[in-house]
C-alpha cells in the first residue's frame, strides 16, 4: 500500500453510501460538496469546484440511483450519471494536466451493467444492462475508461440497519454485500494499485434469504408478483463473480470484519 492521499474528494456525501464512507473515517480530507457546491448537471459547478479545491483522490458515488427515478425520468438519469460523470472526468483531466499530477478515481458502479439473467457475472462478461439505470451507469463507466489511474467497482449493497420493506424475493438472485462492507471494499481499492474494472460483491443469495437473518419479520415473495407491479424489467440473477477483487485486493476480500482495528 504505496499510495497517499491527503485529500479524497467525495461525490454525493449525503447519499446512503456517500455518507457511510465519511462518517466511517477512513478516507483523508475528505471533500464532501453539497449538490449547491458542485452541482454533476451544471458544467461551471463541477468546473469551478475543481479549480477551487485541491485533492489527489476522487470516489464518485452521486448519481440518480433508484432504478424508478431513471425509469421516471430518462433525461435526467442520462444527464446525472451518465454527463455528470462525463463532466468529472473532463475535470478531472483538467486538473490532472494543471498540476502535473494523476489523480486516482474510484467510480461506484452497478451489477446492473450485466444482464441479470444467468448471474455469476465476470468483469470480462458482456455489459447488456436491462433497464435505463443500468445503460446510464454503463454510459458513466465509459467516461472513466479514460482516465489513467481509474478503478470501476460493480456492485450492489443493502444496509442491514435499514431494510424498508415486508417482503423480499426468495427466487431473485444477486451478491449484495453490506454496506459496511462495502466501505472498507472501496477504502481497500482506493488505496490499491488496481486500475480497471472489478466486481465486488457478497456470496449468491436471494434478498429474502439474505435480509432474514438482519429482520425476522420479512416474508418471502417470488419475483413475477414484484415484476407485476414494476414498469422497469428487474434482475433474475445478477450474482457476480468476484475472483478478480479477492486476488487484488490487499487486504483479502471477506476479511474485513476484523479491519481496520
Ligand atoms: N443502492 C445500491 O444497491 C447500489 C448498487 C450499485 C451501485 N450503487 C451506486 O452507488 C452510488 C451511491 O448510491 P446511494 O444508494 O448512496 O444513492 P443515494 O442515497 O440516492 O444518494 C445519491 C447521492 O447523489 C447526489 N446527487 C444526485 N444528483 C446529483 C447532482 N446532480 N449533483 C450532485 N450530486 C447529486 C445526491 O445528492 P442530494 O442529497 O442533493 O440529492 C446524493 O448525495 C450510486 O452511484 C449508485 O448508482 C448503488
Known amino acids: 500500500m504505496d499510495?497517499?492521499?491527503?485529500?479524497?474528494?467525495?461525490?454525493?456525501?449525503?447519499?446512503?453510501?456517500?455518507?457511510?464512507l465519511v462518517s466511517s473515517g477512513l478516507f483523508p480530507g475528505p471533500l464532501t460538496p453539497s449538490r449547491r457546491q458542485l452541482d454533476l448537471c451544471e458544467d461551471e459547478s463541477v468546473r469551478e469546484y475543481f479549480q477551487a479545491h485541491s485533492f489527489d483522490a476522487v470516489i464518485h458515488t452521486a448519481a440518480l440511483a433508484r432504478m424508478r427515478d431513471c425509469h421516471r425520468n430518462p433525461a435526467l438519469a442520462l444527464e446525472t450519471n451518465m454527463t455528470g460523470t462525463l463532466r468529472l472526468v473532463r475535470a478531472t483531466l483538467d486538473k490532472e494536466k494543471k498540476i502535473k499530477k494523476t489523480l486516482r478515481f474510484v467510480y461506484i458502479s452497478t451489477d446492473g451493467v450485466y444482464a441479470g439473467v444467468r448471474g455469476r457475472y465476470k468483469e470480462t462478461d458482456a455489459a447488456i444492462p436491462y433497464n435505463h439505470y443500468g445503460w446510464t451507469k454503463l454510459?458513466?463507466?465509459?467516461?472513466?475508461?479514460?482516465?489513467?489511474?481509474?478503478?470501476?467497482?460493480?456492485?450492489?449493497?443493502?444496509?442491514?440497519?435499514?431494510?424498508?420493506?415486508?417482503?423480499?424475493?426468495?427466487?431473485?438472485?444477486?451478491?449484495?454485500?453490506?454496506?459496511?462492507?462495502?466501505?472498507?471494499?472501496?477504502?481497500?481499492?482506493?488505496?490499491?494499485?488496481?486500475?480497471?474494472?472489478?466486481?465486488?460483491?457478497?456470496?449468491?443469495?436471494?434478498?429474502?434469504?439474505?435480509?432474514?437473518?438482519?429482520?425476522?419479520a420479512v416474508k418471502p415473495c417470488l419475483l413475477k408478483e414484484i415484476q407485476k407491479k414494476t414498469p422497469f424489467i428487474l434482475s433474475r440473477d445478477a450474482s457476480l463473480n468476484c475472483g478478480l477483487w479477492r486476488k487484488i485486493n490487499p487486504y483479502g476480500a471477506y476479511r474485513y470484519r476484523s479491519f481496520p482495528s
Not at 175 to 187: N, R
Request: charged share 25%.
Open 3 to 20: 499510495k497517499k492521499f491527503k485529500r479524497v474528494l467525495i461525490t454525493g456525501a449525503t447519499g446512503q453510501l456517500g455518507s457511510r
Open 139 to 216: 454510459g458513466g463507466e465509459c467516461a472513466v475508461h479514460l482516465l489513467r489511474d481509474h478503478c470501476i467497482v460493480r456492485t450492489r449493497y443493502f444496509d442491514p440497519g435499514d431494510l424498508p420493506f415486508t417482503k423480499y424475493t426468495a427466487d431473485a438472485y444477486n451478491s449484495g454485500i453490506p454496506l459496511d462492507e462495502l466501505v472498507k471494499a472501496i477504502y481497500g481499492l482506493l488505496y490499491s494499485e488496481f486500475s480497471g474494472t472489478v466486481n465486488v460483491g457478497g456470496r449468491r443469495g436471494s434478498d429474502y434469504g439474505r435480509y432474514r437473518k438482519y429482520k425476522t
